[in-house]
């Protein structure tokens, strides 16, 4: 079980992923897919159940991320890595917002701006 302060991880590389070491999460550093997924579901195990995800190593483990996708009680998030976002976290929000209101509110107006 996490220590009870400890209710958060990140995933990831390590130059991404150590900053949030300092605000007391736990941290695992990855660098492929296998090492990613091990990752991920050791700290399911240790009852950590809001994990973030750099977007490369979400992108190396999408088998994982699958296995959790329709878990309600495990949260994982994908975020920018150090070398910026490639735009896979932003299409998973966009993908979920529509998903639980029938609707692309986020990125509608821009849709239409470039119509014009």
Request: hydrophobic share 40%; glycine share 10%; no cysteine.
């Given at each position: 079980m996490a220590d009870k302060g400890m209710t958060m991880g990140a995933v990831g590389e390590r130059d991404a992923v150590l900053c949030f070491k300092a605000i007391g999460m736990k941290v695992v550093a990855t660098q492929n897919g296998e090492e990613t997924t091990r990752a991920l579901f050791s700290l399911v195990k240790e009852g950590i159940r809001v994990i973030f995800i750099t977007e490369k190593a979400a992108l190396e483990a999408p088998e994982a991320l699958e296995r959790y996708k329709?878990?309600?009680?495990?949260?994982?998030?994908?975020?920018?890595?150090?070398?910026?976002?490639v735009g896979f976290a932003m299409g998973r929000v966009k993908a979920?917002?529509?998903?639980?209101?029938?609707?692309?509110?986020?990125?509608?107006?821009?849709k239409e701006k470039e119509g014009d």
């Open positions: 329709t878990q309600s009680d495990v949260a994982i998030i994908p975020i920018p890595g150090s070398q910026g976002s979920n917002v529509e998903k639980a209101i029938g609707a692309d509110i986020l990125f509608n107006n821009e």
